[in-house]
Every structure is written in structure tokens, then in C-alpha cells.
């Protein structure tokens, strides 16, 4: 019964290789985040979606494309992935845009070779 | 544009002993501010937050913070640490036109026993 879920927890991979990281939420949110947490442990928001449609897209590369098939789920697909792209990727969500709280999964460590 | 700061990486209380962790804020209009958790290989729990009404705000696990308006800051204190408390904390500040959040840069507390 868990609130917000990712797959897989832990990937490892080669540069140039595409991924994907899932993410599912069974709270019946309208709104759903991708944020970026890098080494120094610095978190930002990459994407989020409201109700399947885009109202966040931060300053990110364009290997990164998220995809939101339903309101309880956001992908990220990631292409041609560079080193820098190591990091741990939280999901998170919100009944709404402006909702306070936002409720995180429990994050994907990339690790890219 | 918003933005939150926590002064100090690195915050060191012994066990039973009064905590404080910073946030400075900076926002244009009226301030939505969080306070977030962070254990080790986890996602983030929200603790708390101030939108509007009285400054102290009561949160989970017996933390609290304080909204300061004229000294722009936001906080977090615990009458009396446990060792369990021992994570990342971070503050962060909501865009109300996106909804997103901006974090701090986290601050590792450490009780010890």
C-alpha cells in the first residue's frame, strides 16, 4: 500500500545507453513532480504534470522526456545518458498544483558508467 | 524570484538537548514555506509548514518552527533531541504560480548520544 512507488531503486548503466524510470502513486493526485537530488545532496524540480499535462519543464536537457500515460503515473525516459546524469530522481505528488504538501517516493539511484 | 538558504551544512546537538536548524527566506508576494526530512537512502517527509496565521508552527515527530517577517526566517526547533532525529532537513519556499518547490540546501543533523 505504498503511497508513492518507483522502479527500479537502483540502476546501473553504461554512458550512451536510453532509460527509463517509473513512478506510481495510488493517493488519486492530480499532480505529479520529477525532481533531481545530485551528489552534494542539492534537490531541484525537473518536470511536473497536472492531470497528464506539462506545467513544469525546468531548464533540463532534452534527453530527458517525461511521460504521464494517467494521472497516477509520470516516466522519465532518459536518452544517451551522460555521466552527469548520476544522481538519486525523486517522484513526488499533490492533489493539486497548489496544494502544500507533496508526498515523495523513496527515489532511483542512476548511476551511469 | 524565491529562494530559501540554510546557513549552516552541518548541525551537532547531544541527545535531550534543544535543536535549531536556519532557513532564511526571499519571496515576492506572501511566503509558503516547508520543512522536509530526509533519512538516509530515503525519500523526503514532510514535517511542516506556514501559510498563513500564527508564526509557530507545530509539525510531526515534536518539531516546530518559527515564521520571523521582519528577519525573513523560518526556523526549525525540537524542545528536546533524539538520537532518532539524526537526517537531512531541508526548507523550501512554494512558487505559487507553478506550485513547485525550491529547496535549501539541506542540513545533516547529527544527535549523538
Known amino acids: 500500500d505504498t503511497a508513492v512507488s518507483q522502479t527500479p531503486k537502483y540502476l546501473v548503466t553504461q554512458m550512451g545507453n536510453d532509460k527509463s524510470i517509473k513512478c506510481e502513486q495510488n493517493?488519486?493526485?492530480?499532480?505529479m513532480y520529477w525532481y533531481k537530488q545530485d551528489s552534494k545532496k542539492f534537490l531541484k524540480i525537473m518536470f511536473s504534470?497536472?492531470?497528464?499535462?506539462?506545467?513544469i519543464n525546468e531548464t533540463v536537457p532534452n534527453r530527458f522526456s517525461p511521460k504521464s500515460p494517467d494521472k497516477a503515473h509520470l516516466n522519465l525516459h532518459i536518452n544517451s545518458l551522460e555521466l552527469g546524469d548520476s544522481a538519486v530522481y525523486f517522484c513526488?505528488?499533490?492533489?493539486?498544483?497548489?496544494?502544500?504538501?507533496?508526498?515523495f517516493g523513496p527515489g532511483t539511484r542512476l548511476t551511469v558508467l | 524570484a524565491q529562494s530559501v538558504a540554510q546557513p549552516e551544512d552541518q548541525v551537532n546537538v547531544a541527545e535531550g538537548n534543544p535543536l535549531t536548524v536556519k532557513c532564511t527566506y526571499s519571496v515576492s508576494g506572501n511566503p509558503y514555506l516547508f520543512w522536509y526530512v530526509q533519512y538516509p537512502n530515503r525519500g523526503l517527509q514532510f514535517l511542516l509548514k506556514?501559510?498563513?496565521?500564527?508564526?509557530l508552527v507545530k509539525g510531526s515527530y515534536g518539531f516546530e518552527a518559527e515564521f520571523n517577517k521582519s528577519q525573513t526566517s523560518f526556523h526549525l526547533k525540537k524542545p528536546s533531541a533524539l538520537v532518532s532525529d539524526s537526517a537531512l532537513y531541508f526548507c523550501?519556499?512554494?512558487?505559487?504560480?507553478?506550485?513547485?518547490?525550491?529547496f535549501g540546501q539541506g542540513t545533516t543533523l547529527q544527535v549523538k548520544p
Open positions: 523550501a519556499v512554494r512558487d505559487d504560480t507553478t506550485g513547485k518547490l525550491i
Open positions: 506556514y501559510i498563513t496565521g500564527d508564526n
Open positions: 493517493l488519486g493526485h492530480d499532480t
Open positions: 513526488a505528488s499533490s492533489p493539486g498544483k497548489h496544494y502544500n504538501e507533496q508526498f
Open positions: 504534470y497536472n492531470n497528464k499535462e506539462l506545467i
